[in-house]
Nanobody, 120 residues
Framework: QVTLVESGGGLVHTGGSLRLACGVS????????MGWFRQAPGKEREFVGTLHWSSGRTSYVDSVKGRFTISRDNAKNTIYLQMNSLKPEDTAVYYC?????????????WGQGTQVTVSS
């Protein structure tokens, strides 16, 4: 079992920055990947980026490349989503997720989300 809790959302102006955090607890040794996703009102949830737990390697969707960065703090069992140069289209509820080792390459555990609003 893995429990995820997002924090750090809020209201920012276009061009601003925000840093989201996802606290990870439980059997962290069983995590293969961590992911960040987002969902805007009336839209499907979309992939933002991923971090390989053991190596720290990251990848991102094209729309956020160069603006968003995923990192982790092993001592705090926390991953972060640093968001720079924010745009109104980044407005969404942001979720972190965990993909367990040996469970079919699916993001199985999800946090409850944190709201990010970017004003124009």
């Amino acid at each position: 079992q893995v429990t995820l809790v997002e924090s750090g959302g809020g209201l920012v102006h276009t061009g601003g920055s925000l840093r989201l955090a996802c606290g990870v607890s439980g059997r962290t040794v069983s995590i293969y990947r961590m992911g960040w996703f987002r969902q805007a009102p009336g839209k499907e949830r979309e992939f933002v980026g991923t971090l390989h737990w053991s190596s720290g390697r990251t990848s991102y969707v094209d729309s956020v490349k160069g603006r968003f960065t995923i990192s982790r703090d092993n001592a705090k069992n926390t991953i972060y989503l640093q968001m720079n140069s924010l745009k109104p289209e980044d407005t969404a509820v942001y979720y972190c997720a965990a993909d367990p080792i040996g469970r079919g390459n699916d993001y199985e555990y999800w946090g409850q989300g944190t709201q990010v609003t970017v004003s124009s």
